[in-house]
């Protein structure tokens, strides 16, 4: 490690796509209401690629914006991480793709596979290259589009997920500020609780796992649930005191965004206040990867995030995956 040098987050940018799905919408695709859906994970609409709109396609855009605040051109990036679990093909990676969108030819471009974890797993792998010295600039990118593996006739999963695309840059900032602390989790003999059967080299795709739709996400809600509540506040005093803290010196939460009411529950444990986290499932319902950067940069833009305030980001996903880190902004 470099004395005196941390790794911290120095922009950020976000890509949505253009078309809204609403609660009222769905109540016409399959067997539900907004109040069902808003009673039981406090969502009220999420964004669905359309048209040409990609995985890709989304990481270019918060990607530009990103870099385009941190002032850097793509050829200065010198790692390009895509946190996702819907790359736009199996070969080759999404990172690939983008470092060719953006013409970033310096970069060593990869995929990073945690599930909804999948940015805290790249924050955390990206902190590592900054701080050895190993690299300058790491362009982060947590983006999912869930939409196409997304079981429209199921109405426990369909209403949960949405489409969307969040970057950051990384780089070294002054001791004290930046990532203060993290921790990555995983434990694989929960991973039936939330998986995709079908389409990899186990189940290859065939006509019968056409039939048994298992090329679509599969999740057991309820014990998703009991698992979330407990590793987020587990998860968060744990890296709180690696640096020292307890949650009542948090500014803010950024949780990841599956359920109000796994945030709720998780941060009336945590002792935190409404105003100490930060939400936006309302508008996007969970976007994997891609939630907390785009939590980040909207509480950024609207003014809420200031410098020197304490955050932890905390996270949950497919695996099982989770972790949390600590940031002095």
Known sequence: MIAGKKAGIVSTGRALP?????????????????????????????????????????????????????????????????????????????????????????AAAFDLAAGCTGFLYGLTVGQQFIETGAAKNILLIGVDTLSPIVDWTDRNTCVLFGDGAGAVVLQRVEEGRGILASKMYSDGTKAELLDIPAGGSKRPTTVRTLEERAHYIRMNGPEIFKFAVKIMVESTTNVLELCGKKPADLDFIVPHQANVRIINAACKRLGLSDSQVLVNIQRYGNMSSATIPVVLDEALEEGKIKQGDLLTLVSFGAGLTWGAAVLNW
């Open 18 to 106: 253009v078309v809204r799905l609403t609660n009222f919408d769905l109540e016409h695709m399959v067997e539900t209401s907004d109040e069902w859906i808003t009673t039981r994970s406090g969502i009220k609409e999420r964004r669905i690629i359309s048209g040409d709109e990609t995985n890709s396609g989304l990481s270019e855009i918060a990607a530009r914006i990103a870099l385009e605040k941190a002032g850097l051109k793509p050829e200065e990036i010198d790692i390009l991480i895509v946190a996702t679990v819907t790359a736009d093909q199996l070969l080759p990676s999404s990172a690939c793709l983008v470092q060719a969108k953006l013409n970033a030819h310096r």
